[in-house]
């Protein structure tokens, strides 16, 4: 009869299997979160690298050098911002302003 005692009930192995099953998805997204975090935080910090906000020792390049890499990625930035607003919001008739770029890349007049 003592085997008897040492048994739960249904419905208690239920809730308990439930809160397992339970715990272990939790887990198990957790774990899959956490991975995920790992090229978001390294694709943060290229952005920030990109965007030159990264702090000085982050934006050391492979080669060391920081200034002439800076300098180029916030032209880039700048340029292509002002191209979006240019599309956004065009100055002129698009057409026009497309013809003035294809004039200044053919250098015709």
Same mark, same amino acid.
């Given at each position: 009869?003592?085997?008897?005692?040492?048994?739960?009930?249904?419905?208690?192995?239920?809730?308990?299997?439930? +809160?397992?099953?339970?715990?272990?998805?939790?887990?198990?997204?957790?774990?899959?979160?956490?991975?995920?975090?790992?090229?978001?935080?390294?694709?943060?910090?290229?952005?920030?690298?990109?965007?030159?906000? #990264? +702090? /000085?020792?982050?934006?050391?390049?492979?080669?060391?050098?920081? /200034? &002439?890499?800076?300098?180029? !990625?916030? &032209?880039?930035?700048? !340029? +292509?911002?002002?191209? #979006?607003?240019?599309?956004? /919001?065009?100055?002129? +008739?698009?057409?026009? &302003?497309?013809? #003035?770029?294809?004039?200044?890349?053919?250098?015709?007049?």
């Amino acid at each position: 009869m003592a085997f008897l005692q040492d048994l739960v009930s249904g419905e208690q192995y239920c809730y308990a299997l439930t +809160n397992f099953v339970a715990h272990k998805n939790v887990e198990e997204k957790r774990r899959q979160l956490e991975e995920q975090e790992q090229p978001i935080g390294l694709l943060r910090a290229r952005i920030a690298l990109l965007e030159g906000t #990264a +702090n /000085s020792q982050d934006a050391l390049t492979k080669q060391g050098g920081t /200034s &002439v890499d800076a300098f180029s !990625i916030k &032209v880039r930035r700048l !340029i +292509n911002r002002w191209a #979006a607003e240019v599309v956004r /919001s065009p100055p002129a +008739n698009l057409d026009i &302003v497309y013809a #003035a770029a294809i004039s200044d890349i053919t250098c015709t007049k």
